[in-house]
C-alpha cells in the first residue's frame, strides 16, 4: 500500500509563491506516473502536472509558464512550484501517483490565493 502526505498549502497573495511537496512511502514499486490534481468548490477535479517515470511533463493550460512540477526520485516526493498565483488557483490540491499496484490518492493540501 502506497501513502503519500502533501504540504505546503496555505494563504498567498495575488502574484505570490507557493511549492508543495508530495511525500510518498509505503509499498513503491514500478511508478508510471505522478501528478498534482486540485478541485475548487462545486467544481470537479481537474488535472494540474503530471510527471512521468522518464521525467516527461505536461501541464493544464491554466497553469503553463507559472507551475513547475519536478521529482526526487532518490526521495520518492515530488514538487509543484507554483509561482504568480492567481485567485482561481484556490482549490485543494491532491498528489497522485499511479504504478503497478494502482492508484493512489494523498488527502490534499489546500491552497488559498486572496488579499
Known amino acids: 500500500q502506497v501513502q503519500l502526505v502533501e504540504s505546503g498549502g496555505g494563504l498567498v497573495q495575488p502574484g505570490g509563491s507557493l511549492r508543495l511537496s508530495c511525500a510518498a512511502s509505503?509499498?513503491?514499486?514500478?511508478?508510471?506516473?505522478m501528478g498534482w490534481y486540485r478541485q475548487a468548490p462545486g467544481k470537479q477535479r481537474e488535472l494540474v502536472a503530471r510527471i512521468t517515470n522518464g521525467g516527461n511533463t505536461n501541464y493544464a493550460d491554466s497553469v503553463k509558464g507559472r507551475f513547475t512540477i519536478s521529482r526526487d526520485n532518490a526521495k520518492n516526493t515530488m514538487y509543484l512550484q507554483m509561482n504568480s498565483l492567481k485567485p482561481e488557483d484556490t482549490a485543494v490540491y491532491y498528489c497522485?501517483?499511479?504504478?503497478?499496484?494502482?492508484?493512489?490518492w494523498g488527502q490534499g493540501t489546500q491552497v488559498t490565493v486572496s488579499s
Open positions: 497522485n501517483l499511479v504504478s503497478s499496484r494502482g492508484n493512489a
Open positions: 509505503g509499498s513503491i514499486s514500478n511508478i508510471y506516473t
